[in-house]
């Protein structure tokens, strides 16, 4: 069975830019999520889905930070203008039920200069 | 709010020492617990979970108890090997219609030869 897949695997930018990322999580799973891991901490959740609906979005900076899953399938996270801040790894994953256990990519790398 | 509190990190331990890392959590509702690590160049994966009060959850040797009473769910494992040394990730979900996932800071294990 093939993993969550994300790209790229890292990306430099300068502060004010733009960045996106990708995510095809397992084949099946309805539920998705994007995590912030900024270097030394535990993932942060930033946004779930659950098919292609938007179920908590609570932490997620809504002022720089957009994310969409089409079609309850692949999904995307920008990011526009970037921060110095945002300097962390991307996680996503995800899990065929909201309680269930979570399947996680690689991540991807951010540094923002 | 819910969170997941990890003992500090670096643990180091000489090969098959005794291994305990401690986990509280506060939570609202009747939360599944997890324990993931995360191997060197490596994603998160699940070490194990329970989803009950008394389960216990086990998997290559490590150990968890989910105790409601002290809100704690610390991971065991009675000799550890020089292949356990990652980062280890205590984590809850919520239930009760939130579903929202959190983690701790995680905890460095280092085992030495």
């Known amino acids: 069975e093939a993993g969550v897949a994300q790209s790229p695997r890292y990306k430099i930018i300068e502060k004010r830019q733009s960045v996106a990322f990708w995510c095809n999580p397992i084949?099946?799973?309805?539920?998705l999520y994007w995590y912030q891991q900024i270097l030394g901490q535990g993932p942060k959740l930033l946004i779930q889905?659950?098919?292609?609906?938007?179920?908590?979005d609570s932490q997620l900076p809504k002022d720089r930070f957009s994310a969409e899953r089409l079609k309850g399938v692949d999904s995307t996270l920008k990011i526009q203008p970037a921060k110095l801040e945002d300097s962390a790894v991307y996680l996503c994953?995800?899990?065929?039920?909201?309680?269930?256990?979570?399947?996680f990519g690689p991540g991807t790398r951010l540094l923002v200069l | 709010g819910n969170s997941v509190t990890q003992m500090e990190g670096p643990v180091t331990l000489s090969e098959e020492a005794f291994l305990t890392i401690n986990c509280t959590y506060t939570?609202?509702?009747?939360?599944?617990l997890f324990w993931y690590v995360q191997y060197p160049g490596e994603g998160l994966q699940l070490l194990l979970k329970?989803?009950?009060?008394?389960d216990k959850g086990s998997n290559k040797g490590f150990e968890a108890t989910y105790r409601k009473e002290t809100t704690s769910f610390h991971l065991e494992k009675g000799s550890v090997q020089v292949s356990d040394s990652a980062v280890y990730f205590c984590?809850?979900?919520?239930?009760?219609?939130?579903?929202?996932?959190?983690f701790g800071r995680g905890t460095s294990l280092i085992v030495h030869p």
């Open positions: 329970a989803t009950k009060a008394d």
């Open positions: 889905f659950q098919n292609n609906g938007v179920v908590d």
């Open positions: 994953a995800s899990s065929f039920g909201r309680q269930e256990t979570q399947y």
């Open positions: 084949s099946g799973h309805a539920t």
């Open positions: 984590a809850l979900i919520t239930s009760g219609g939130s579903y929202i996932p959190t």
């Open positions: 939570a609202t509702g009747y939360p599944s």
